[in-house]
């Protein structure tokens, strides 16, 4: 059994249908008994919504903020996406982040990826 790592942006998970897609492709690879993880972005649109809420209360955002704001669009896609598996029998489980502990630098709005531990996920791969 491979482990199979895959991307989907914006467009790919742009609404409910492109979602259930997305499912469906993972669910196939699960049938085929392999192990996967899918990272997602937000859905189309979102992030641009949320940054212009953002600034209707700041003009210019506190980076950090707006950082913790914007991550709300993956969570949503991350967990329809579990729940969308969930459907289809695959068993799933959605991570933040912080839930994976990828460490990042502190260049907010432009973090690099410093270290994954990725033990956790992992350990529900395994199980």
């Given at each position: 059994m491979s482990l199979i790592v895959q991307k989907f942006g914006g467009t790919s998970v742009g609404d409910i249908e492109r979602i259930e897609r997305v499912a469906e492709k993972v669910a196939g690879f699960r049938a085929e008994g392999h192990s996967i993880v899918v990272v997602v972005s937000a859905m189309s649109g979102e992030?641009?919504?949320?940054?212009?809420?953002?600034?209707?209360?700041?003009?210019?955002?506190?980076?950090?903020?707006?950082?913790v704001l914007v991550s709300t669009g993956e969570q949503v896609t991350t967990a329809l996406l579990s729940m969308a598996l969930a459907e289809r029998g695959v068993q799933a489980?959605?991570?933040?982040?912080g839930?994976?502990?990828?460490?990042?630098?502190?260049?907010?709005?432009?973090?690099?990826?410093?270290?994954?531990?990725?033990?956790?996920?992992?350990?529900?791969?395994?199980?």
């Open positions: 992030t641009n919504r949320l940054i212009a809420l953002a600034q209707q209360v700041q003009e210019r955002p506190v980076p950090r903020e707006l950082d489980k959605s991570y933040t982040g839930q994976v502990r990828i460490l990042t630098d502190s260049a907010h709005t432009k973090a690099r990826i410093r270290e994954i531990d990725d033990e956790r996920m992992r350990a529900d791969l395994d199980a």
